[in-house]
């Protein structure tokens, strides 16, 4: 039987759907992929989850810190954004001893830091939604066709770094352009499916059925 070739960047499940290629089969990375990457959010505490595991994912792969989200979640009271912004000293020092998560001391001062500028955020434009969705892409500046090839060049884009600078000017950190392309790509902001994966028309469809928070 000769081996079926694809395009670069998919790969063909056992269920036969064809789907990008990065999550290499992996059955919790392959739900992953599925279910969230590219759906879009409104929610705010999700969107502070996931621009804080980003921050921490940097130096590292995300499946590693995919299999520590629950760890997170149980460490950082659930990426609520109120318990985290109340967090003080003696929670550094317990997140730093804590073998379920990445014990990085600047991360985690970052993700307390950055709960404080959602409460600010909300305050100035009433969602940390309804502000990081301003930075939506016009979808005719989007490639015409997003193959693996032209997926590799997007590492950051136009508005991942006004969306970064908007960010940084606002006291966050950990928030630098490429590590929000990532965020912007996950949360749905952006369709980076490449052609071919059948999961790239359902987040289109869901993308053009959203209606941003104002």
Sequence with gaps: M???ELPPGLIRGDDGLCRCAWHGGLADYRDYHD???GRPVADDRTLYEKLCLEGFQSGLSWLTILRKRENFRRAFAGFEPEAVAAFGEADVERLVADAGIVRHRGKIVSTINNARRVLE???EVGSLAAF???Y???PASRPAVCDWATLRTLGKTPESIALSKALLKRGWSFVGPTTV????QSMG???DHVEGC????VCETEQQAFAPPK
């Design 2 to 4: 000769i081996a079926e």
């Design 35 to 37: 279910r969230e990457w």
């Design 121 to 123: 955020l909300r305050s």
């Design 132 to 134: 990081v969705w301003r």
């Design 136 to 138: 939506r892409p016009d």
């Design 181 to 184: 392309y990532a965020f912007m």
């Design 189 to 191: 902001l952006v369709n």
């Design 198 to 201: 059948a999961f790239r028309a």
